[in-house]
Structure formats: structure tokens, C-alpha cells
């Protein structure tokens, strides 16, 4: 038995020899030049973004300061390097450097047709020229910082949070044929995205007893598409900046994605400035209300079970009220639910507050609308788990490089807004991803997590193989059916631009 590892060195550098085992010296390990990767859903994710056009809509409003003359590495490639690497699980930017001659990602990510992306210049020419117009291979990991830092302007990263609603509905209206749907739900939550460092803007956050910052979230329960976000500082309050974040995302969402919608929030958002413009807005709410003493005094007298024998399935009733907390402008709708749990002595209880009458969505009707949080929070938790956002950019002034002392120092970029712009992409990676989990769970009729995507999907052993005019991705059969599927949901999408 032979492991054979492949090193994808470029042509003229010395072959590398046999690596013995001791546990069994019948296997050994080799280096060859044949083309392994273990990154074969590059392509993949490259398909889901040609039909989303959505590299094309950004390209054509980021400003890139560069010289012309200068760049080797079109915009539009560092983007997908960037939303491809994120996808396949490679945080740090350094990993950038371990992928720069991966057969699968050069081809997924170049702009360039045919098998021209895998084509490597002789060692000299190399050396000679270190800015070539054709690149060998994919940008490095400082290339992609420089790109980091130009994303993180105010006109770009306004592009990239446009990117996640945009995308968002391309993917939905290619699957109504062009339209709208006629209503959506917009859950709105805040997330904790841990750091490890002094970047600025974090915070150490007693509630989650770690340095974090606290990003506004918004995503959609019926589509799972995460639509906006906001990075904020660690300590910032749930609530806080809710307002200026929701408002102007309706307006979006209203007009690219559905003719209504509504908004779904724990109980960390009903302050009365929030409420009082969706009210004036006459946009529909529910959310969750913390106990306190007043409301425990309200719900005491429905704590009670009726008369006889509890029955073996649990049970629920709901209860009318209106309430005006202290900071409120006027008393507003409050439906108690109370909860009889199977072998539990006392009653659970908790209050949702609506802008809905009780002719609109009576209180089982609302419950149920409450409760699918429960989809957008599981959405959310992919995010945290599976896309996982490095946020570690902070100003690192250089005092040597390559050995040598440095002359002429460059100032350090906006740190905080890097990090924004980095949450962006790790949002977008998220939707791209979502899509082709969509069309295969659509195809096979399964649900499928965006973790289990990632391992039987997208990262799966495979090998590239050139012939004069093509080259042939081989993967596993294990594999196969599942790309067969995904592809042909891809291939049914015909996004409508408007």
C-alpha cells in the first residue's frame, strides 16, 4: 500500500522523495506533481455564483484604486477567492498561500476559459517578472489583505451588505419565475462573534462572558438567506442602533424581494423608539417580552390548570391583554401563552407582544408565527458553526520585512471596518453555500445542514486531469449523484435582473 501525497510544485523544483512509517513500513508516502485537491466544490460554488450574476453586480460598483497596469489579479477573482475559501472552511487569510496552486480552486476562481488557469511560467521567467499579467496562481494571502482593506471603504462595504439582500433575491425570484413573493418574515437578532486580540471595536461582554463584537443580523426563517448586517462594538446593547438598521432594509426587502413584511424579534428589541417607527411605518411586529413583576402580577390568575385528570399530551392557552411598560408611549397588544409540560408540577408561561389585532392573527396563530425563530436562530447558528468569521484584523505596524528594516512606514487601515467588510464575505459565502444546499435538498427530497454539505459535497477527494483542450474534474461515486443533482438544480435558475 502506497499514500501518495501531492505537493503541486511548480515545473524545475526538485522532486521530493519517500517518507517511511514506522508503524508499518509497508506504507510509505509520495510526493508527485499529479493534481490531488480536496477542494473540488470550488467548482461547484463557482456554478451557483455565475447563475446568481452576483460577482458581475458587485464588480460593476466597487471602486478598485489600483493601477490598472499593475494588477495581475482581476477583482472579480479576488472576490471568489475570497467567498470560495470562506465556503470550504479556510478561515485565516494565511490559508490563502496553501490553496495558491490547488488545480479545482484556480479553475473555479479565474476569469480566464479552457485549461489556460492551470498553465505555470518557467521558474527564471517567474523571477524576472513579478508582476506578470497572467497570474500563476491564486492571490496571497498579503493580496487579499490589500483587498480586505480596500472593501472596507464606506462606498464598498455599502456594496457588499447591498450583496447579501441582492443575492438573496435573485436566488428567490429565479425560483418564482421572476416574481415576488407576497410576504416575508425579516427575523432580526444579534449574534457574538469571538475574538482573540485587542481589535478595535471589541469588547469584553458579561453576557457571553467572552471579548466579542455584537453584529446585527437579519435573515429570512422562510428561505434561510441572510438579507443585512451591521458589526457593532462588543459592549453594544442588543437593541441598539435597531432603528436606523431596520428601517431603511424594508425598504429594500419590499422592493426586491416581496410586497410586504414583517418583522420578528426577541426580547432584547421592543423599546419605544423601535416600535413607534414600524407602527408609523405600518410595518406588522411580534416579539418576545421579558417577565417582570407587572406581568407576573397579570398572568398570575390564568396560572392555574382546569378541573380533572391532566391529560397524557401537553397543552397550551392563550390569554388577551394589553400593557404599557413604563418607557412606552401608549399600552400595546400582549398575548400570555401558558404551557402545561407532561410530568411537570407547576405551568410555563411567557408573553409575546404584536402590532397584529386579534382579528389579524388570533393568539395560537401568533404563537405559531413567534416560533419560527426557531428556523432563523438554526440559520444563524450555521453561521456561527460552520462559516465560523475570523474577525482579526487590528493595526500592526511594521518594523522589519523580509529581514530588512522598513524606511517608510504606510498607515494602518480602518481595523474595524476590515472587519466589517470580512463579515460581509463570510455572510455572502454563507448564501452561495445555501443555494446549492437548496437545489439539493429540493433534487432529493432530504434536509441537508450546511456542515454536511461541506463533507459530502464540497470537500471530497478528487483530482484534476488535463487533455489537450479540457480538464476533467474526477470525484469519488459516492459523490457524483449528489453533484449530478446539484448542478441540475442549478442549471433550472434564470435570474431576472431588475
Not at 471602486?63 to 475570497?82: A, G, M, N, Q
Not at 487569510?93 to 490553496?99: E, V, Y
Not at 517567474?126 to 492571490?139: H, Q, S, T, Y
Amino acid at each position: 500500500m502506497q499514500v501518495r501525497a501531492d505537493m503541486s510544485k511548480a515545473s524545475g523544483e526538485e522532486e521530493l522523495g519517500l517518507f517511511p512509517l514506522s508503524f508499518n513500513s509497508s506504507i510509505v508516502v509520495e510526493a508527485r506533481e499529479e493534481r490531488l485537491t480536496s477542494e473540488p466544490g470550488s467548482a461547484l460554488l463557482r456554478e451557483a455564483l455565475e447563475r446568481l450574476g452576483i460577482i458581475e453586480w458587485m464588480t460593476a460598483r466597487l471602486d478598485d484604486p489600483r493601477e490598472p497596469d499593475l494588477i495581475t489579479h482581476p477583482l472579480s477573482e479576488l472576490l471568489r477567492t475570497e467567498l470560495l475559501r470562506m465556503a470550504l472552511g479556510w478561515r485565516d487569510q494565511d490559508d490563502a498561500d496553501a490553496l495558491r496552486d490547488d488545480g479545482a480552486m484556480r479553475l473555479a476562481v479565474s476569469d480566464r476559459r479552457g485549461i489556460s488557469p492551470l498553465r505555470t511560467r518557467p521558474k527564471e521567467e517567474r523571477e524576472r517578472d513579478r508582476n506578470p499579467e497572467v497570474p500563476d496562481g491564486l492571490a496571497s494571502q498579503p493580496t487579499l489583505s490589500r483587498l480586505a482593506r480596500t472593501l472596507s471603504d464606506d462606498r464598498n462595504l455599502k456594496v457588499l451588505r447591498a450583496s447579501l439582500l441582492e443575492s438573496a433575491a435573485r436566488r428567490i425570484r429565479a425560483e418564482r419565475g421572476g416574481h415576488r413573493k407576497r410576504a416575508v418574515t425579516i427575523d432580526v437578532d444579534s449574534l457574538p462573534i469571538e475574538v482573540h486580540g485587542h481589535q478595535p471595536g471589541s469588547e469584553y461582554n458579561g453576557h457571553y462572558h467572552a471579548r466579542i463584537y455584537h453584529p446585527l443580523l437579519a435573515t429570512l426563517a422562510e428561505t434561510g438567506d441572510v438579507v443585512d448586517a451591521r458589526l457593532r462594538e462588543g459592549n453594544a446593547h442588543t437593541a441598539a442602533g435597531a432603528l436606523g438598521f431596520i428601517l431603511p432594509l424594508l425598504d429594500e426587502v419590499e422592493s426586491k424581494l416581496c410586497v410586504k413584511a414583517a418583522v420578528r424579534m426577541d426580547a432584547g428589541f421592543p423599546e419605544e423608539t423601535l416600535l413607534a417607527g414600524l407602527e408609523v411605518r405600518g410595518t406588522p411586529y411580534v416579539a418576545r417580552l421579558r417577565n417582570n413583576a407587572v406581568l407576573d402580577r397579570m398572568a398570575a390568575p390564568y396560572l392555574c390548570r382546569p378541573p380533572g385528570r391532566p391529560p397524557t399530551k401537553p397543552r397550551e392557552w392563550f390569554y388577551e391583554a394589553t400593557y404599557q411598560a413604563e418607557p412606552w408611549s401608549k399600552p400595546r397588544r400582549v398575548v400570555l401563552v401558558v404551557q402545561e409540560r407532561t410530568d411537570e408540577l407547576f405551568l410555563h408561561h411567557f408573553w409575546l407582544l404584536t402590532s397584529w389585532t386579534s382579528e389579524q392573527k388570533p393568539g395560537a396563530a401568533l404563537c405559531d408565527e413567534y416560533r419560527q425563530r426557531g428556523t432563523a436562530e438554526g440559520h444563524m447558528g450555521e453561521v456561527m458553526n460552520v462559516l465560523r468569521p475570523a474577525l482579526s484584523s487590528s493595526p500592526r505596524p511594521k518594523s522589519h520585512y523580509q529581514g530588512a528594516e522598513i524606511h517608510r512606514q504606510y498607515p494602518s487601515g480602518d481595523s474595524f471596518a476590515i472587519n466589517a467588510a470580512l463579515l460581509m464575505l463570510n455572510l455572502l459565502a454563507y448564501n452561495v453555500m445555501h443555494m446549492v444546499r437548496v437545489t439539493i435538498e429540493d433534487k432529493t427530497g432530504t434536509g441537508w445542514s450546511l456542515m454536511r454539505l461541506r463533507e459530502r459535497v464540497l470537500r471530497v477527494a478528487a483530482r484534476v486531469l488535463l487533455h489537450a483542450r479540457r480538464a476533467i474534474l474526477v470525484i469519488g461515486a459516492s459523490a457524483a449523484g449528489l453533484w449530478r443533482s446539484a448542478l441540475a438544480g442549478l442549471a433550472e435558475i434564470r435570474v431576472s435582473v431588475t
